[in-house]
């Protein structure tokens, strides 16, 4: 038996190594600070200012 310690070549790879017990954890935390910096970075943004539209446009008294 030989004990091939090289990184995975594919992706199925990647996910099979990602998903045994020490990795998963690093794969977890790293999610939810990716989570946890774009909700971050969202929130930080400036909204669009609408154009003022004038004075308020009211139906017509009968």
């Known amino acids: ?7 995975p070549r594919t992706l ?3 996910i099979r190594w990602a998903m045994t017990p020490p990795q998963a954890w690093g794969v977890y935390l790293l999610a939810l ?3 946890w910096l774009v909700s971050f970075y969202a929130g930080t943004l400036k909204p669009k200012k609408t154009p003022d539209a ?3 446009v009211t139906a017509p008294k009968s």
Do not use: A, H, I, Q
Not at 1 to 7: E, F, G
């Open 1 to 7: 038996m030989t004990d091939d310690k090289s990184p």
């Open 33 to 35: 600070l990716l989570v």
């Open 54 to 56: 004038g004075p308020p």
């Open 12 to 14: 199925k790879g990647l």
